[in-house]
């Protein structure tokens, strides 16, 4: 294609994209390969300011607490887990979320990320009755719990299905549902680097069967391993779709966060040599894309964690609107090298994107590296 005519495309592309078209997957590889990087910043951050208008960065307090490390999946990015009988496997005890819940409190924060491995042992009734345990003792606490590959792990354990599985556990005191798990959304790559958890297209039916039950939802992206650049497109196409197909007045998908890749000391890196390469530039372009893709979900989010802060805050002029959790404890990518902490930024928000104000008696937490 000769230069002008790539650019009259460039430009045709933008305008779609600032009218909150949906854009295929080949028009979202063109642009990605071929505008700008300030022009896909400045139109993702227009298409921003249309859809979050009040221009303040949300934040959230929260927990990630394992429920157990002890995982039959065996993916090739994870540091995390220990196979069953290992010396170090276990499962956490009420003990252990009374402390961590009355710390998280205390910190100022509202809700516990619960997820774990796939153990093999640990079926709905483990689960529901952890969730209504807790609720019972801290019923102010909100719940972001498991997956679709956990809930896909038990349904398999009950023999059950999507829809009961996913309803016990909302009776039970799940509040909304994290996209964990999905990676990359083909099948090529989940055999690649995750064959024991969900295929694609169960990681979507169950976020959809979650949306019908009005279960509030996230969405996510590893990448940066072995996907190419269609299957991120693809993925992002797919997310939209299911978001689409939501019945009203069902959230769904409340936000998108890409995150990249941590490939320290995992199997993908010893033995396939598979390192991530994701430049600076490169996951600004993918949050401005990713603004530009999903016009039907709100929030996009700068995954500070896995890319550090002065990246991640060059992705609030290109799109993203949100900072996620300050995490008081997470395991599974720290675990992978990303070794980013923080403790504050702009407008507190809770798991529904709603403002809350910073709790008079928040003690900050002692960070010890
Ligand atoms: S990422 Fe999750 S499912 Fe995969 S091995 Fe680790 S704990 Fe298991």
């Given at each position: 294609m000769a230069i002008q005519e790539r650019l009259m495309q460039v430009d045709n592309l933008l305008q779609k994209a600032l009218n909150f078209e949906f854009l295929t997957v080949e028009e979202g590889m063109f642009l990605f390969e071929n505008a700008a990087l300030t022009e896909l910043m400045y139109v993702a951050n227009e298409c921003r300011k249309k859809q979050v208008p009040h221009g303040k960065v949300t934040w959230q307090i929260d927990r990630n607490v394992n429920?157990?490390?002890?995982?039959?999946?065996?993916?090739?990015?994870?540091?995390?887990y220990r196979i069953p009988?290992?010396?170090?496997a276990y499962i956490t005890d009420i003990e252990t979320y009374k402390r961590k819940i009355e710390e998280t409190i205390k910190y100022g924060g509202d809700q516990l990320l619960l997820q774990g491995g796939h153990h093999p042992e640990l079926g709905l009734s483990f689960y529901a009755d952890l969730f209504g345990q807790i609720k019972q003792l801290y019923p102010n606490i909100k719940l972001h719990t498991l997956g679709p590959p956990e809930v896909a792990h038990i349904t398999k354990l009950e023999k059950s299905t999507h829809r009961e599985v996913l309803m016990a556990l909302k009776a039970a005191g799940m509040d909304s549902l994290p996209g964990a798990g999905a990676e990359i959304l083909t099948d090529r790559v989940r055999r690649l680097i995750s064959k024991g958890k969900c295929g694609a297209q169960e990681w979507l039916d169950i976020m959809h069967e979650a949306h019908k039950l009005n279960i509030t939802t996230s969405a996510t992206m590893m990448f940066g391993?072995?996907?190419?650049l269609r299957e991120r497109f693809e993925h992002l196409v797919k997310l939209r779709e299911v978001q689409s197909r939501k019945p009203e007045p069902a959230k769904g998908f409340l936000a998108f966060i890409p995150w990249t890749f941590q490939d320290v000391d995992t199997l993908l890196a010893r033995i396939?040599?598979?390192?991530?390469?994701?430049?600076a530039e490169e996951y600004i372009r993918m949050i401005a894309i990713s603004r530009i893709m999903l016009p039907n979900i709100k929030n996009i989010q700068a995954s500070w964690l896995t890319v550090g802060k002065s990246v991640a805050q060059l992705c609030l002029n290109s799109g993203a609107n949100d900072f996620g959790s300050i995490m008081i404890e997470e395991n599974v990518v720290s675990a992978a090298g990303a070794p980013h902490r923080f403790t504050s930024t702009t407008q507190l928000r809770n798991q529904q994107y709603e403002w809350r104000e910073i709790p008079e008696a928040i003690v900050e937490q002692v960070i010890d590296y």
């Amino acid at each position: 294609m000769a230069i002008q005519e790539r650019l009259m495309q460039v430009d045709n592309l933008l305008q779609k994209a600032l009218n909150f078209e949906f854009l295929t997957v080949e028009e979202g590889m063109f642009l990605f390969e071929n505008a700008a990087l300030t022009e896909l910043m400045y139109v993702a951050n227009e298409c921003r300011k249309k859809q979050v208008p009040h221009g303040k960065v949300t934040w959230q307090i929260d927990r990630n607490v394992n429920t157990t490390n002890v995982c039959i999946a065996n993916c090739k990015f994870c540091n995390f887990y220990r196979i069953p009988g290992h010396s170090e496997a276990y499962i956490t005890d009420i003990e252990t979320y009374k402390r961590k819940i009355e710390e998280t409190i205390k910190y100022g924060g509202d809700q516990l990320l619960l997820q774990g491995g796939h153990h093999p042992e640990l079926g709905l009734s483990f689960y529901a009755d952890l969730f209504g345990q807790i609720k019972q003792l801290y019923p102010n606490i909100k719940l972001h719990t498991l997956g679709p590959p956990e809930v896909a792990h038990i349904t398999k354990l009950e023999k059950s299905t999507h829809r009961e599985v996913l309803m016990a556990l909302k009776a039970a005191g799940m509040d909304s549902l994290p996209g964990a798990g999905a990676e990359i959304l083909t099948d090529r790559v989940r055999r690649l680097i995750s064959k024991g958890k969900c295929g694609a297209q169960e990681w979507l039916d169950i976020m959809h069967e979650a949306h019908k039950l009005n279960i509030t939802t996230s969405a996510t992206m590893m990448f940066g391993h072995v996907e190419t650049l269609r299957e991120r497109f693809e993925h992002l196409v797919k997310l939209r779709e299911v978001q689409s197909r939501k019945p009203e007045p069902a959230k769904g998908f409340l936000a998108f966060i890409p995150w990249t890749f941590q490939d320290v000391d995992t199997l993908l890196a010893r033995i396939r040599g598979v390192h991530n390469l994701t430049t600076a530039e490169e996951y600004i372009r993918m949050i401005a894309i990713s603004r530009i893709m999903l016009p039907n979900i709100k929030n996009i989010q700068a995954s500070w964690l896995t890319v550090g802060k002065s990246v991640a805050q060059l992705c609030l002029n290109s799109g993203a609107n949100d900072f996620g959790s300050i995490m008081i404890e997470e395991n599974v990518v720290s675990a992978a090298g990303a070794p980013h902490r923080f403790t504050s930024t702009t407008q507190l928000r809770n798991q529904q994107y709603e403002w809350r104000e910073i709790p008079e008696a928040i003690v900050e937490q002692v960070i010890d590296y």
